[in-house]
């Protein structure tokens, strides 16, 4: 089963509005991190924020944890088209041997 | 230079038959993965490797055998592809377990 679990599964928004994905998962972590896929390409690291980080920025990113909730938040400021992809949340194990990703939020930016 | 190159990026096949998929790292890290993506965009680890030893094998079929010659490649071997086998299969590595993951940009096998 997934540890990760994105929502919404797909979202679609104009250009310059916020993007906002959550993420929710079962079991303890040490940390949990952010990917990008473009169509037909390789996923890239976005941000990655530890089990003892409530907030965590980077650019346009955005990204809260909340370790009692078990869940995290990714949010894209003033989006652009060339935002559209695939995001995926993953969490380690408690060894921190492996990530196991979600299912992903499509997102799909109107220009 | 491309960080982590796998190769073929396109595979298409016939049911039975026996295929290799290729992964290197140039970024000097000490663990390498594969990921299989399904056609729901599902990615599930199948394999991980640390300085050339197995540390996870995630109930994989026998079919599948990674092999790392050393810690910059890690290879993939299919034997007697089944329809299921077809995905997206990823190569990633990362400097240590926990941290990021740098991904090639994929190999789609097409099994006939």
């Known amino acids: 089963s997934q540890q990760g679990e994105e929502d919404p599964q797909a979202l679609s928004i104009q250009e310059g509005e916020n993007a906002t994905m959550n993420c929710s998962y079962k079991?303890?972590?040490?940390?949990l991190q952010w990917y990008r896929q473009n169509s037909g390409r390789g996923l890239v690291h976005l941000i990655l924020?530890?089990?003892?980080?409530r907030e965590k920025h980077s650019g346009r990113l955005r990204v809260t944890l909340d370790t009692s909730k078990k869940s995290s938040s990714l949010l894209i400021t003033a989006s652009r088209a060339a935002d559209t992809a695939s995001y995926f949340c993953?969490?380690?194990?408690?060894?921190?041997?492996?990530?196991?990703f979600g299912g992903g939020t499509r997102v799909l930016v109107k220009p | 230079d491309t960080a982590v190159s796998q190769t073929p990026k396109y595979l298409v096949t016939q049911m039975g038959n026996d295929k290799s998929i290729k992964c290197e790292q140039n970024?000097?890290?000490?663990?390498m993965y594969w990921y299989k993506q399904d056609s729901k965009k599902f990615l599930k680890i199948m394999f991980s490797?640390?300085?050339?030893?197995?540390?996870i094998n995630e109930t994989v079929p026998n079919r599948f055998s990674p092999k790392s010659p050393d810690k910059a490649h890690l290879n993939l071997h299919i034997n007697s592809l089944e329809l299921g086998d077809s995905a997206v299969y990823f190569c990633?590595?990362?400097?240590?377990?926990?941290?990021?993951?740098?991904f090639g940009s994929g190999t789609q096998l097409s099994v006939l």
């Open positions: 990633a590595s990362s400097q240590g377990a926990g941290e990021k993951l740098f």
């Open positions: 079991t303890s972590i040490n940390n």
């Open positions: 924020i530890r089990s003892n980080e």
């Open positions: 993953a969490t380690d194990d408690a060894a921190g041997n492996k990530l196991t």
């Open positions: 970024l000097g890290h000490d663990t």
């Open positions: 490797y640390n300085n050339k030893e197995l540390i």
